[in-house]
């Protein structure tokens, strides 16, 4: 079982930053593909960002040049860069790790961007 562990989410005025971090139970050097998703109120759930274990990454158009996915594999550690946030950015945001046992998701942390 692989636990993770989001975190860094908050309240943030539109303009802001804010850097997420996914905490692994386990080392993920091994790991497929990380990536953070969001769910914003009566929305579906969307990939935001994506990194695989070779360091190719993948963005949703939406947040592409505002947004930096990176891993941190000595700390089991993925991280979510957010900068020039925007109201639409409001969401819940997950972790999900795709391994070779299956997928694995966090269980969420909220991020608010509001005046």
């Known amino acids: 079982q692989v636990q993770l562990a989001e975190s860094g989410g908050g309240l943030v005025q539109p303009g802001g930053s804010l850097r997420l971090s996914c905490a692994a139970s386990?080392?993920?050097?091994?790991?497929?593909?990380m990536g953070w998703y969001r769910q914003a109120p009566g929305k579906q759930r969307e990939l935001v960002a994506a990194?695989?274990?070779?360091?190719?990454?993948h963005y949703a158009d939406s947040v592409a040049g505002r947004f930096t996915i990176s891993r941190d594999n000595t700390k089991n550690t993925v991280y979510l860069q957010m900068n020039s946030l925007k109201p639409e950015d409001t969401a819940v945001y997950y972790c999900?790790?795709?391994?070779?046992?299956?997928?694995?998701w966090g269980q969420g942390t909220r991020v608010a961007v509001s005046s």
């Open positions: 999900k790790a795709d391994t070779v046992a299956g997928g694995y």
């Open positions: 990194i695989a274990g070779g360091g190719l990454t």
């Open positions: 386990r080392s993920i050097f091994d790991w497929k593909t």
